[in-house]
């Protein structure tokens, strides 16, 4: 069985940096792509950054510039940077992951719980 967990929400004025983290555990071969996507009330869930297993990277318009996603292949985790937030990023942020287990040996799209990240004063 297969968790993502995601930390490091919470509320931060405009201008300030948060960090989200996600882990993934579980009966894992592989991990391909990872990345983190966002819903705000009231919109769809958008893609906000992503990473594969070598490294590249891509990343929504709005946030270019501002968040950096990385990862630690050794600790299975994901990681989203975010400096000079604005009002506009607050959302529930969504960590997911093109994962593989060792039951089937096949990828699978998982998702973490999401956590909630306010920009306000």
């Known amino acids: 069985q297969v968790q993502l967990v995601e930390s490091g929400g919470g509320l931060v004025q405009p201008g300030g940096s948060l960090r989200l983290s996600c882990a993934a555990s579980?009966?894992?071969?592989?991990?391909?792509?990872m990345g983190w996507h966002r819903q705000a009330p009231e919109k769809q869930r958008e893609l906000v950054a992503a990473?594969?297993?070598?490294?590249?990277?891509n990343y929504a318009d709005s946030v270019k510039g501002r968040f950096t996603i990385s990862r630690d292949n050794a600790e299975n985790t994901v990681y989203l940077q975010m400096n000079s937030l604005e009002p506009e990023d607050t959302a529930v942020y969504y960590c997911?992951?093109?994962?593989?287990?060792?039951?089937?040996?096949?990828?699978?799209?998982?998702w973490g719980q999401g956590t909630q990240v306010t920009v306000s004063s």
């Open positions: 579980g009966n894992i071969f592989a991990i391909n792509a």
């Open positions: 997911n992951a093109d994962i593989a287990s060792m039951d089937t040996l096949r990828s699978g799209d998982y």
């Open positions: 990473i594969t297993s070598g490294g590249s990277t």
